[in-house]
Nanobody, 127 residues
Framework: VQLVESGGGLVQAGGSLRLSCAASGFTSDDYAIGWFRQAPGKEREGVSCMFMSDAFPYYANSVKGRFTLSSSDNAENTVYLQMNSLEPDDTAVYYC????????????????????WGQGTQVTVSS
């Protein structure tokens, strides 16, 4: 399984960015995928994740109403994280992660359940 991320960058507070993650190697939609982030000195946290079989996203409280996780209508096994109303506290390295559904047992967006990780992309929000 490979995950290829794109997007990220520098944006002013209140702005928007879109991250994309293309997964390859899954032979069915029986897997979970999502985004995690890690800011300097902080633990990695689950931002938004979903099982591809039901596409019902989970959102961390800190991003509810601002971020949207969706799967692509055109590109198979590709998900997008649309981030609106960005705040300086959203500054972090964002990682795409995925795992077979059977391995996701602690919760849909718990990092320790995810076996495959992208390289990470920096998101910086200036005030």
């Amino acid at each position: 399984v490979q995950l290829v991320e794109s997007g990220g960058g520098l944006v002013q507070a209140g702005g928007s960015l879109r991250l994309s993650c293309a997964a390859s190697g899954f032979t069915s939609d029986d897997y979970a995928i999502g985004w995690f982030r890690q800011a300097p000195g902080k633990e990695r946290e689950g931002v938004s994740c979903m099982f591809m079989s039901d596409a019902f996203p989970y959102y961390a409280n800190s991003v509810k109403g601002r971020f949207t996780l969706s799967s692509s209508d055109n590109a198979e096994n590709t998900v997008y994280l649309q981030m609106n109303s960005l705040e300086p506290d959203d500054t972090a390295v964002y990682y795409c992660a995925a795992s077979w559904s059977w391995a996701v047992v602690a919760g849909v967006c718990v990092a320790s359940d995810y076996n495959y990780w992208g390289q990470g992309t920096q998101v910086t929000v200036s005030s």
